[in-house]
């Protein structure tokens, strides 16, 4: 899962810290019902329209590739309900996100077999997560990120350094150094190619990286290190290493959008997806806080959380899901 920056009304980014002016307590939040919000499929991006063209296919044949996969993987739905379980979500949110990744980023393997492999040939090479000869453990010992030492859980201690690369080095120069204008998981943390995510969930190694912590806790996984990046990069192309974290990075969605913005967004699939297809779920939470905020104060109703292109394919394929389970 990359983040990908696909404004949606309600789901807009805000590069800054939690503010608790903008919780509110989990038994006030607005429940979003199932479904669409917009009658009509968002605008699907370009970049998504040309990796389908240029692989002479379309999205209706990567959609069916890979719900044949989850319909003929017995195996794979029973781990998909298991971790399901564990994050206390629905294993639709989990369907919905990979069902949308392959759908509109890449194409699914025939085979789950196939993924074991992969992930084996990146151990076998090695992974290390650098800028033009400086790693990413020497980069965050820089003391513009000495401020987020005081978080302890990786979520919001990743989160705060890539708020301080958005603010002090983006762009920018720094000591004689320039730096891409371009996101942080996008400069250190894609040794390959640009634009790269892997495995079952596409998930990126910074997102990894984030969700460390939860899933050690609640799936005993061993936390990951930015210095090993071949572990991470085992870590997301195995299937049965990547399903927990594809369930942490929903269920920090659901938390985020119930204790950030007060929507309880767990009945709709649609919306997870969209999030784990843009990334920024406390940026965007934090931002439809922001718009909601004004509009009490104006007499105005509140605005609910929209889906995507994305998560609007996954809501309306949801009949056809469900029955996977």
């Not at 990126?204 to 210095?227: F, I, Y």
């Not at 990046?229 to 920090?252: N, R, S």
């Not at 997806?273 to 109703?301: C, E, I, S």
Request: net charge positive; charged share 20%.
């Amino acid at each position: 899962m990359t983040s990908r920056l696909n404004l949606i009304a309600g789901l807009c980014l805000s590069v800054v810290l939690a503010s608790p002016v903008f919780s509110q307590p989990a038994y006030s939040a607005t429940l979003v019902p199932p479904g669409n919000r917009n009658a009509e499929q968002p605008a699907i991006p370009g970049a998504s329209a040309k990796r389908t063209k240029e692989l002479s296919t379309t999205y209706e044949k990567k959609y069916q590739k890979i719900y044949t996969l989850l319909k003929s993987d017995a195996s794979l739905r029973s781990k998909i309900r298991a971790n399901a379980s564990a994050y206390g979500i629905d294993p639709i949110h989990i369907v919905g996100a990979v069902v949308g990744e392959h759908t509109y980023n890449v194409d699914v393997y025939d085979r789950l077999q196939t993924y074991y492999v992969k992930a084996m040939s990146y151990v076998n090479q090695g992974v290390d997560f650098s800028y033009n000869g400086e790693s990413i453990a020497a980069f965050i010992k820089r003391p513009e990120f000495s401020g987020c030492e005081r978080f302890k859980d990786s979520y919001t201690l990743w989160g705060c350094r890539e708020d301080v690369w958005n603010a002090k080095f983006r762009g920018k120069k720094v000591g004689g150094k320039s730096y891409p204008n371009n996101r942080f998981s996008a400069v250190f943390f894609q040794p390959f190619y640009a634009g790269q995510t892997f495995g079952l969930g596409q998930i990126n190694p910074l997102t990894a990286l984030q969700m460390s912590d939860m899933v050690n806790r609640v799936s005993g996984l061993p936390k990951l290190r930015a210095e090993d990046g071949t572990t991470i990069y085992k870590t997301i192309m195995d299937p049965d290493l990547t399903l927990p974290y594809i369930a942490a990075t929903i269920k920090q969605s659901i938390t985020s959008y119930r204790q950030i913005a007060g929507f309880d967004i767990s009945k709709n699939p649609g919306l997870t997806a969209t999030l784990y297809n843009t990334g920024g779920a406390d940026d965007r939470a934090r931002a439809l806080a922001q718009t909601n905020n004004k509009r009490k104060a104006a007499g105005q109703p509140p605005l609910m959380p929209q889906e995507n292109y994305y998560g609007w394919l996954v809501n309306t394929k949801m009949d056809e899901l469900k029955a996977l389970f």
